[in-house]
């Protein structure tokens, strides 16, 4: 069609919501890829019949065939169990560990030049598996949960102060997880840094209401996990890299050296463009901003570890 293809894996919440985000956007063409059968199927011809009302000609397509991906420009990976009240992303390591497994495999097999955007959780060993399983070049392969964080903790800062979430910029790096380090002096509302404009207890009550965001959300559900706010931080990152934007996100990328870190995927800035990660954006932390990040990429690093115990890559 003269469009790019995006093909997304798993159309579950995130998964079908994503490609709902994508084709009202008219951002490419979607392939939904999915085990259950009939599901994908079913999903993509209702998404297709929102297409008059919507106003655009994009094609959605549902799939059980893996080799439907073929062509691909951009693979975004949402295949994996969500986690259960109680439970944290970690606990998901061995079940998605799997997942990804075969995620990776068919990624290798039918798309092996296409972007990956990886959502999966745990996310940033999920990342890990998907890149060793197909050994995509470092700027092509990323996870989204910087933007989603960062989502999170800017509308927490903006229902506060009773502000516009567009006046609030600001970021969360590290792992997906309780170790993830949201950075209030780089934290900016209406100009202002966000410790000149909010008393330090409050600013503590966000950060700490951020990184238990997406428990939250599982406590109230039940029943799954969060998927409005996590496909849009997957819509916003490969909108960036498609329309070559040079957004600079938080994405889960992997690093050798930056942020004195090597041979992990860990949050950090990143511009993304047509080349995807075109750059890591390094910030000029404090030694103590340093110590956290460093602190959650030890936490990545046990995960890592755990998936090579387990064995799950073979
Ligand atoms: N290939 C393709 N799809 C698969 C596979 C597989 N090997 N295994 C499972 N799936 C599908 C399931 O059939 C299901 O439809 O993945 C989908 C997951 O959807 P949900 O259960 O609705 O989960 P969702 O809320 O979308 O979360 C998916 O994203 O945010 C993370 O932690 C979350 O890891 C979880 C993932």
């Known amino acids: 069609t003269g469009r790019p293809k995006v093909s997304v894996i798993g159309a579950g919440h995130v998964g079908s919501t994503l490609a709902?985000?994508?084709a009202e956007a008219a951002l490419a063409d979607v392939v939904l890829v999915d085990i259950v059968e009939g599901m994908p199927q079913g999903k993509a011809l209702d998404l297709s019949q929102s297409r008059p009302v919507v106003?655009?000609?994009?094609?959605i397509t549902g799939t059980n065939d893996y080799a439907d991906i073929a062509g691909s420009d951009m693979v975004i990976?949402?295949?994996?169990?969500?986690r259960k009240p109680g439970m944290s992303r970690d606990d998901l390591i061995e079940i998605n560990g799997k997942i990804a497994l075969t995620m990776g495999e068919n990624i290798k097999k039918y798309a092996p030049d296409a972007f990956i955007i990886q959502v999966a959780n745990p996310l940033d060993a999920i990342t890990y598996v998907i890149s060793e399983i197909t050994g995509t070049p470092k700027n092509k392969i990323m996870g989204m949960a910087g933007v989603l964080d960062s989502s999170r903790y800017r509308h927490f800062i903006a229902e506060a102060l009773g502000v516009s979430v567009k006046d609030v910029q600001g970021?969360?790096?590290?792992?997906?997880?309780d170790t993830m380090v949201p950075l209030p002096r780089f934290?900016?509302?209406g100009g202002a840094p966000l410790p000149d404009v909010m008393p330090a207890d409050q600013i503590e009550a966000i950060v700490e209401r951020t990184r238990k965001g997406g428990a939250e959300i599982v406590g109230l559900l039940k029943t799954g996990s969060a998927y409005y706010a996590p496909s849009a931080g997957a819509f916003e990152m490969a909108k960036a890299i498609i329309k070559d934007e040079k957004r600079i996100l938080p994405v889960a990328a992997y690093l050798e050296g930056e942020y004195g870190i090597s041979g992990l995927f860990v949050g950090v800035p990143a511009v993304l463009g047509?080349?995807?990660?075109?750059k890591i954006w390094e910030l000029p932390l404090s030694d103590e901003e340093l110590a956290a990040l460093k602190n959650s990429a030890d936490h990545v690093k046990a995960l890592v570890d755990k998936v090579n115990e387990l064995g799950i890559l073979g």
């Open 20 to 22: 709902m985000r994508i």
């Open 55 to 59: 106003l655009n000609d994009v094609t």
């Open 77 to 82: 990976t949402t295949a994996g169990v969500p």
């Open 171 to 177: 970021i969360v790096l590290g792992g997906h997880g």
């Open 187 to 189: 934290t900016w509302v």
């Open 274 to 278: 047509k080349d995807g990660i075109e």
